[in-house]
């Protein structure tokens, strides 16, 4: 503010001795006084200028009460006039500089009326704003807020109301220069960071289901969960968007974004009060996929990612949208699964002692009926092909045996499609399932052109239907194939990386597989997957490498154990004329720790 000095100057005292050097220093004075000391925004220094760059400029709001509580009130000088906005949540009111220049320093004076929650906002356009000073327990009074950023633009955004009236304030001023932001207030007791959009409701552009996801809607976006996505109906990647309603204004701090094959690699994230009037929180044009986590200062209800460009014709699709923060009002997510410790202890297994030829333990086993799958040959019959052996073995028997009725891709022997082959799977599902620990089972595989034993895990969700495979995941701890005797197989499988693109590695040894009995086990944790064949670890899955390099780790929810002694498919290759059958899969036990 402009400081007005009066100066008496006597005649004499000019003439006296050293009157030049006196007049020197009052006139210095005096300029010092009227300026308020050096005005650096002005004469374009590094420092917060002084003068009210705001006064007299234009002034737009949502609404006013009445005529005699203009917006152009706020901007006038006069102490004595205010705005008042309608009586309703939200309002807003803003000030047009004239040109873009760096913003320091907005000190707003409240009525009475005055806002407990609002922000700063600054913008070159009047269309795109940036958050510069949040708050949710404004005190009214008079606020001065310590800014960095710059714009032509400065827009108060009223979002609570601390009286039942409407908002009125005396006067809004503007500083230019360099400055520093004042950082945002936080929801009282609020102080760690926690998920925020766990549950809540999300809404999108658009929406389409695919072959490896029905439901594909936004709510899959925040179900925390991996194995669902949302995808868009468009087959393009022209502008799309997906928003999560947080229940309530939220100090947000990370968004993280967990992309499908069609990523966004131009987007941008935006925060919104009311759902209609949006701020940039941050922009990107290089986006790469898999998991973007990226750091935000902002206050809003709502989040919206909007995308504008990606590398391929698909459209987008969205496994995850996690937003992190205070406030708000979250939903806690399920805990999560134990984490054992070691050392272990059995908690769960089939040693298979029975009489021979009994069927398997039906509280522990559940035959799975009907042809094969993955272009495999043979008929899986209920526990005709799976018995105890009497001796403390599960034997798996896979033969030449036609089933009257059956469908199964045409066997290159016999060109017949009705399936010339059965055999046995056995899994866990409603019976026994698992998330982390050591899985381990002492096998002796059988080995001829064309079969292909396994011992492996599935997601629990594709028996339940909530997700489609790949989706669900796979843990393939042991596969066997006979044109490769003395190798044994590992793979996880997930929707970004399946069927011949799956992560895994394999076992050499000089020997046949086949000629004895070997223990395959997964040590399986939150942060890695190591597999081993007779206590030597072969292959570790890091969980950070792969979400990193390959996509969504799905490996931390339930899964069940299976069993089977397959004929044919893609990996073995079909039987031919050097296959001997009937071959036995051999299971002395089945092992869980924890």
Known sequence: MPVFVRLS????????????????????????????????AASGGGKCGTADVAKGRPVEASSSESDAMSPSYVTDGNPETRWGSAWGDPQSIQVDLGASMPICRVGIKWEKAYATAYDIQLSDDGQQWTAVYSTTTGTGGDVTAGVAGSGRYVRVLLRARATVYGYSIWDIQVNSGAGASTAPSMPPGATTEQLLSYMKPAEASSTRDTSQCTRCDASRVVDQDTATEWVTAEDKTGPAWVRVDLGAVADVRRVELVWGKAYAREYTLEGSWDGDNWTQLSTTDTGTGRVDDVPVTGQARFVRVSMK??????GYALWEFRIFGTGGA??????????PSEPYSLVWG?????????????????????????????????????????????????????????????????????????????NTNGLYSLTYGRVEARIKVSGTQGLWPAFWMLGADLYTGRATWPNSGEIDIMEHIGREPGI??????????????????????????????????????????VFSVDGNAYF????????????????????????????????????????????DMVVDYVHVYR
């Open 9 to 40: 100057i006597g005649v004499r005292a000019l003439v006296a001795a050293g009157a030049a050097v006196l007049l020197a220093v009052v006139i210095g004075i005096v300029v010092l006084l009227v300026t308020g000391g050096s005005d650096d």
């Open 309 to 314: 460009k990606g590398l391929s014709g698909a």
């Open 330 to 339: 979250p939903i806690a997510p399920p805990g999560e699964a134990a984490v």
């Open 350 to 426: 089939d040693d298979f002692d029975g009489a021979s030829g009994s069927a398997p333990d039906p509280k522990k086993w559940v035959a799975e009926v009907g042809p094969g799958v993955t272009g495999e040959l043979q008929y899986y019959t209920n526990n005709r092909n799976a018995a105890l052996d009497g001796d403390g073995n599960l034997v798996i028997k896979a033969k030449r045996e036609v089933t009257p009725g059956s469908k199964c891709p045409r066997d290159p022997v016999t060109r017949s499609t009705t399936c010339q082959y059965t055999s046995g799977r056995l």
């Open 488 to 529: 044994s197989s590992s793979a996880l499988h997930a929707a970004a990386y399946h069927g011949g693109d799956g992560i895994g590695g394999k076992y050499h040894t000089d020997g046949d597989l086949s000629d004895d009995f070997h223990t395959y086990a997964v040590d399986w944790r939150p942060d890695k997957i």
């Open 540 to 583: 570790t899955a890091d969980r950070a490498e792969v979400e990193k390099t390959r996509g969504p780790w799905v490996f931390d929810r339930p899964f069940v154990i299976l069993l089977n002694n397959a004929i044919g498919g893609p990996f073995p290759g079909p039987p031919d004329s050097r296959t001997r059958l009937p071959q």
